[in-house]
Structure formats: structure tokens, C-alpha cells
């Protein structure tokens, strides 16, 4: 059921918030044994919150559409009380001292935290297999992953164990695995979305935004998610867009263009193919498409696997065995309890990227390195600005391939890293960015990629609900979980 | 231009990072590999080009300078190590002189 008709039935109190939430614990009961979304649950404590949304809505109170939907949060941000691991073993036992603003926002209006979903440690990874706690699966199919580094989330969405998630995305972790998944996914403007309480991984990158199964239960929770917040120095000073409004379901006009450079032959076919045909859907309902060059975008994945570790390694220098729960036992001195505890407490993939981040940092490469990727990411936003000034929209595939299968690029993080070679151009240049299924890989979902300008959400939401309109392969559910 | 061995142990101590030999190993071509992938950005014309840190040009504000949240930041529960209201650590200096 859609966050709309759940609202609905929950005002006229066809619904009780606390029977959703109890639906939904069965739900995640029956199935998590399978595909292991979670990281943790919290059930007495959203049974609470659930009882007094009742309480107010049977008194007749106004509420928001989002009271009583039940939500999960990816455990990288922080809900006081509540532990915040970051799937890492260095913050396993981490308790949040405080709630992130994105979710207080949401609880403000009524939503019921319902867990905290599976990661890629420290939100390093495209498939959750960086996880401390083991990888999430895919309902799509178990041997495959469900993409990341927010999988958790995505799968949580996709076997309908709950409607709607919260994901963080630097690179593409909202949108790829939105698409591996079957599901919409959205990762507002750099600055809309307040990141206090998120842990930083990458900070001119990380973006919080919304899973849904469709654009429009995304516009519902992207409005309330939405704040400018004084505890962020990026925030932007703006209301939050109206959203929902601006699902009009007309594309007439819309100027759509396509880099040919994300479209290279590092895209699948069997990816393309639904993309076009996607394209042709746009097209029929009177949206105009033309091939661009976007020649900078050769170097995204360049530019984010310097300027991502960089500032990932300033970030998780505070990762030291004095303030965050873990540290070695014995150390002989300080140096040792510092080095000791980050080499034993991190996992791989944030080691080499800690590594890879001091390196592009250090004296005698910070000019050919980090000064070179910041110069690069000045011309890739040039090129989107070049691209807006003419169009609405940017359309590609949201990831090379569909979801491929564990342990295919374990020994090979550079192949794992393509993954992200459609959704760095938008971190890069800080736009809202949203992927839609629109058909599928050998049994596989494949998704489309709408980029819009700066704080252009609205035209961003209202052509992936437009194409949601026209199509159906958002409401296509995996066998297993229908 | 690429990561080499001593770049590697060089770079493993400015991160406080000690590792086992196996992962130096197992690192060292995997990094390189990647460091390849940096050679994408030699075909931009970056001459003259301004390094942006942000994505949006907006001036960063501050906020005002006073106290708030004054509830328990559950610093003693989260301290692998608390001892009468600080943070304890190892010994920083060598013993002997007193």
C-alpha cells in the first residue's frame, strides 16, 4: 500500500498505527532470516510512538500525511538512545548520543522508526558485503546483491518488509541500489537535506534521501525530511519544496538530454536496452530527447575515488580508540592503542580507502592528486550548468549492470567500483538525483537515472512520477516476498 | 605516478593505521589498480581551471556561540575507558623519571 492510501486509512481510523507497526514487525519476523536487512530492531519503542499517534488521531488531531508509517533508518545515522554502528565493528556497541535532524524531522511528523538497516561499513561499498555484520540479500534473488551501500534499506523496501527507508548517497548509495533492488530511490540537492547526526563519510558529498516503491511515497517523505537546519554549515536557508503538488503527471515540452559518456560501452546492454525504451515512453507522452557531450564525466570516477577517501580519512580520523567504544586491549603506549585499534577495528575496503585518502593528501601528491580532482570536479559541474541551460532534465542507466552476484568483484574493489560510474556525476556537482525501474536484465531489475538542476526537486519527482503513470515496473514485486 | 611499497609504509603511519603484512600485500596492487583509473583526468583541459571543494558556491554560515543540549551525551557509556569524568588513555610519556 502506498504512503497515501496508508495515510488515509489511518486518519479515518480504517487503520490503527500501532496494528501497521505490529503488521510490519510480522513481516520483517517472517523474512529477515532470508535477506538480513536489519542491523537492528526497535520494536517496544516504535509500538510507543506508534500508541500515541493513535491517541492523537483518534482525538480528531490534524496530523501530518506521514503519522504512523512506519519507517527504517540506515544505521549510519543517529537516533539517541539507539546504537548507530555504521556496520563497522569500531562502533559496534556505539550508543547515539543524540537524534540526526533528517529523522527527528520525520518523527516530528509522525513516523514510526521501525530498525536501523544494513550497510556497507562506514557506507564504503556497493553491495553490503563490506558489512561487519554480514551482507543483506537481494529479493530479487538471494545470490545476488542488493547493491549499497544503503542495500539494507533498498531490499527492506523491495520484499515489502516496510514502505518506505532513509539511505545516505556519496556516490550513487541510494540510487544503485534502488535500481539492483527493483525500487525508487532519491538523493535530494547537496545542502536540502540537513546532515547532523549522518556520520560523515565524504562531507561535500553525503546527501540523506528517501526509498519508496514509488516517486510518489518519495515526494511525501523528501517533504518532511527537508529542513534548513543551523547545526549544518551547508544547509541551505530554504522552506522545504512542495513536492507532492508537483507530481502533475505531464512531461509536454520536457527537454531530456542524454550524455552519450553515460552511455559508453562500460553499460551493459541488457541495461541500455530498457533505458531507450524508457526514453521512448517519455518521448510518445510529448518530452523531447537529445544526445549531449558531457566530455568531463570521463573523469568522475577519478575525481570521487581521490576526493571521496581524501576527506574520508580526515573524517575517520576520530576513529582512534579514546572516545567511539572500541580499542585494543594491553596497548603499550598511545601511538600503539591508535594504530593497533584502527587496524584491527576497520574493515578492508576502509582501510584501502583510508589509504588511498592520506596518499592523495600527503606532501608531494596534494597537488597532482586532490588539487587535480577538485579541478576536475569544477569542469564536470560546469558541464551539467552547459547541459541546464538548455534542458530540464539528465537521463542515463543508474548503474552499469543489474545486481550481480556475491563474491563476484570481492578480490577486485576497482571493478567494484564502476558501479558508481552514472551516480558520481551528481554527488560531484551536488544535484537531486533519482532512480525509477523501468524493466529488467535476465530476471534482474534495471533502473533509469533522472538528474535535475540545483533544488530542482519537483521536476526531478514529477517526471519519475510522470513515467511511473505511463509504466507499471514499479509495481512489479520479486515472487518470493509478493 | 603511482603507490609503491615505501609510499605504502610512509602512508600507513601518517594514518595511524597498522596493518599485517598479508593486507600490505593484498593492498598494494589493488590501490595501484586504482590509481590507474586517475589517468582519466590527464584527457581534461584542467590548465587554469578553479579546484572546487563544494558542489554549491553558497557562503557557509556559523551559528551563535551558546550552550545547548544539555542532556547526557553518553560520553561515559560510549569511552571504551572513563575515569572520574575523563577520557583515559594510555601512558603518552615513558616512566621512569619522576
Redesign the interface.
Known sequence: MSVKELSSKLKNRELKAVDLAMATFSKIEATESDLHSFISLRKEAALLQADSIDAKLDKGEELSPLAGIPITIKDNMNLRGEKTTCASKMLENFVSPFTSTAVQNLMDAGMVVVGKANMDEFAMGSSTENSAFGPSKNPWDLTRVPGGSSGGSASAIAAGQVPVSLGSDTGGSIRQPAAFCGISGFKPSYGRVSRYGLVAFASSLDQIGPFGRSVEDIAYVTEGLCSHDVHDATSVPAPAPQLVSALTKDVRGLRIAIPKELFSDEIDDGVKGPVYAALDVLKAKGAIVEEVSMQALVASIATYYIVAPAEASANLARFDGVRYTSRIKDAANLTEMFTKTRGQFFGKEVKRRIILGTYALSSGYYDAYYIKAQKARTLIKQSFDRVFANFDVVISPTTPSAAFKFGEHANSPDKMYIADLCTIPANMAGLPALSVPCGFDNGMPVGLQIIGKSFDEATVLRVGDAYQAFTDFHLAKPEAYA | ?S?DKK??E???K???????DS?KE??LP??Q??F??????D????EG????????N?A????EDTPE?Q?????E?????WDQGC?S????L?GGES
Open positions: 605516478m603507490i609510499d605504502l610512509h602512508v600507513l601518517l594514518a595511524h593505521l597498522d596493518i599485517p593486507e593484498e593492498f589493488q590501490l589498480r586504482t590507474s583509473f586517475m589517468k582519466a583526468m584527457s581534461l583541459p584542467l581551471v578553479e579546484p572546487s571543494a563544494y558542489a554549491n553558497q557557509q554560515f556559523l551559528r543540549n542532556a547526557d551525551l553518553y560520553m557509556k560510549n569511552a571504551p575507558d577520557f588513555v594510555p601512558q603518552i615513558s
